[in-house]
């Protein structure tokens, strides 16, 4: 029994202490204005959802929550194939410099944004791809599809090669067997390396502040973090929408968790 409740009691007091700024953000979103400051509480005296209201009245808070979906969707969309080429090819071809290439990508997906927000910012107004999903959709391909490849390598190499070989000597092209054999074998690091390609988007601000001109294409970092009163911050509003924001990607982590695991330990045995 002592052995149980040393594993038990430290793991319920860190899950708590994780969960504590999620609760206190929900009851702080559910206390009214005056009472935030005034009077906090972790349960809210007299609970409303007046800040809800004006969030998707007021503030039309369904269309960065549109322009979000959006741009991580077709940023999952596209990463994650060329990704799965590009990572195949890592993991099984025979080529010279394939770890310092795997580092560089890692280095790539590392490179901080800021540096590269200028210019990407006059290239994209002489394209005339400012305030477009376009400019949100190739920055964040920039940066998640060199860790998506980095994470699927490690998968790939794990995979046993028998497989591949019987393929082969039946005829499978290179494209069919990974398209065939592979993927499928593949399917919890593809499925974990899309999943935190479509958070890493949905979270990404300094690109959709910078590329953004105004609300309808505005993502819901911008929007959020953009929240304005006349004479004060409305954080009743501000944490309403960061309470929204959370919880699409609390329920995908929670229904894939296994998955990320999976992806992310992948390659933890075998190099």
């Known amino acids: ?24 953000m929900a009851a702080a979103s559910l206390t009214p204005e005056a009472q935030l400051f005034d009077a906090p509480s972790l349960i809210p005296a007299n609970p409303t959802l007046a800040h809800y209201s004006a969030l ?28 799965a080429l590009c990572a195949y090819a890592l993991a099984r071809l025979r080529m ?13 997906s590392m490179f901080p944004q800021i540096s590269i927000v200028p210019p990407l910012y006059l290239a ?23 860790l998506a490849i980095w994470m699927l390598t490690a998968f790939f ?27 499928p074998m593949a399917a919890p690091g593809i499925a974990s390396s899309a999943i935190l390609v479509f958070l890493y988007s949905w979270n990404v601000f300094l690109c959709a502040f910078s590329f953004t001109l105004g609300p309808d294409r505005q993502t819901v970092p ?20 960061a309470m929204v924001a959370t919880i699409p ?6 229904a894939f968790q296994r998955r990320i695991v999976a992806g992310l330990t992948a390659g933890a045995t075998k190099g």
């Open 56 to 83: 998707f009245g007021e503030r039309g808070f369904l269309i960065p929550i549109r322009n979000s979906l959006v741009v991580a969707a077709v940023t999952t969309a596209f990463a994650i194939p060329i990704a």
């Open 157 to 183: 190499r794990q995979l046993p090669l028998d497989i591949e070989d019987a393929a082969m000597i039946d005829g499978a092209s290179r494209l069919r067997t990974l398209r065939d054999i592979v993927a």
């Open 1 to 24: 029994m002592s052995r149980l409740a040393a594993t038990v009691i430290p793991g319920v007091v860190l899950v708590g202490l994780l969960l504590f700024p999620i609760y206190w």
């Open 124 to 146: 994209f107004r002489t394209l005339g791809l400012l305030d477009t999903y376009t400019s949100l959709v190739l920055p964040y391909l920039t940066f998640s599809t060199p």
């Open 222 to 241: 911008v929007a959020i973090a953009l929240f304005r009163g006349r004479y004060q911050v409305p954080w009743g509003e501000v944490l309403a929408g």
């Open 249 to 254: 990607v609390a329920l995908v982590v929670l």
């Open 96 to 108: 010279p410099g394939r770890q310092p290439l795997l580092a560089l990508l890692l280095g790539v």
